[in-house]
């Protein structure tokens, strides 16, 4: 009898070292919020804090858990040219933090679990030929009549850059303007020194009433 070949934990290794800026980590997880065939969720709300981030999203859950840690789990494998087909990018939390805490809210089943890199991360520091995978969430949740959610909450991060959230901000607003447009709201509440709360926008285009002025040179000779 033979079993089927599993790939080995040392591409967990891969996966973080190819790394995630703070922009690119915050699009996974509102990708994974609005896509259609995942969360399909109309608002996002990040709070961050010194040493955590939480993102909630109003959308329809996650059935099962495990596809926040099991790398190529998605829920949209049959759904081509899906953002979320490979799954993969739910698991960009793995880049900036060694735990994940998970509470959702799905067709009436409400799952809590936890998440934790560290164990898989020491083998991985110590050269080990066994690395061990993130355990498994065996759990069956608990009937419920409260609608459906989903709250990550990012802990014992391991990156030490701070967040500049008007960079970030900035960045998103290229990306998500099409879903502004529909209604769907981002909110970023910073629970760090100075709190504060912000609604991120669609980009505006420049105005072409304006009059554009620019200089430039040839040769020595301004123009």
């Known amino acids: 009898m033979t079993e089927g070949l599993k790939p080995k934990a040392h591409i967990l290794l891969a996966y973080i070292k190819a790394g995630k800026t703070w922009a690119q980590l915050f699009a996974e997880q509102i990708d994974n919020a609005l896509d259609r065939n995942a969360g399909n969720a ?11 981030i939480e993102v909630t999203d109003n959308g329809q859950g996650i059935s099962d858990p495990n596809r926040l840690a099991r790398l190529g789990d998605s829920e949209s494998f049959f759904h081509d040219f899906n953002l979320g087909q490979f799954g993969i ?5 793995m880049c900036k933090a060694n735990k994940l805490r ?5 067709n009436g089943i409400r799952h809590k679990c936890s998440f934790d890199l560290t164990p898989s991360l020491r083998a991985l520091d110590a050269k080990d030929r066994d690395v061990p995978w993130i355990r498994e969430y065996t759990g069956e949740g608990r009937e419920t009549k409260h609608d459906s959610f989903t709250t990550l909450t990012l802990e014992d991060l391991r990156e030490t850059k701070p967040i500049f959230l008007n960079a970030v901000i900035a960045e ?10 529909t209604g769907r709201t981002i909110v970023f509440n910073d629970r760090r020194r100075k709190k504060s709360t912000h609604t991120v926008e669609a980009l505006s285009p420049p105005s072409w009433d ?8 040839v040769n020595g000779r301004a123009y």
């Open 172 to 181: 998103l607003q290229k990306i998500y303007w099409p879903a502004f447009k």
């Open 42 to 52: 109309s608002q996002v709300i990040f709070t961050i804090r010194q040493d955590s």
């Open 89 to 93: 990018g739910a698991k960009a939390w």
């Open 210 to 217: 304006k009059k554009v002025e620019f200089e430039s040179s």
């Open 102 to 106: 998970v509470e959702t809210i799905c």
